[in-house]
């Protein structure tokens, strides 16, 4: 029995002198280097809204290239039908899908600019 107790004392000195450090490290600031190694890295502190419309009018960039690209697999199914009215119904199929999803990506995009700009004039310091 009195080994067990020895034994569980020695953890407990052991545990006290290893955490004992870190605790009064605690005070000092910047113990494991965040503050430099925040400082070093190009993060950016750009605010959070003008980071998601970024990221949306990108998304919704890439959407009208695609619709783009549909537009022109149309024209060149068109051009390529040699008369076959089913080649020539395919074509316009691929190309009135393409004008209609460059409608949807432009009004997305137009609601998109207008709603980050209100958040933005509603939610800035300082108004």
């Known amino acids: ?42 993060l950016g502190s750009k605010d959070i809204r003008e980071t998601v419309g970024s990221i949306i009018n990108v998304a919704l960039g890439f959407l009208g290239v695609v619709a783009i690209v549909i537009v022109l697999i149309g024209g060149f199914k068109y051009m390529t039908a040699g008369g076959d009215e089913t080649k020539v119904g395919t074509a316009r199929k691929y190309i009135i899908s393409g004008i209609i999803g460059l409608a949807i990506i432009l009004s997305a995009y137009a609601i998109t600019t207008f709603v980050i700009s209100r958040l933005m004039t509603a939610t800035e310091s300082g108004t």
């Open 1 to 42: 029995m009195t080994k067990k107790i020895s034994i569980f004392l020695m953890m407990a000195v052991m545990a006290v002198v290893l955490v004992l450090p870190v605790v009064v490290a605690a005070q000092s600031g910047d113990v494991f280097g965040v503050n430099a190694v925040g400082s070093e890295l190009a």
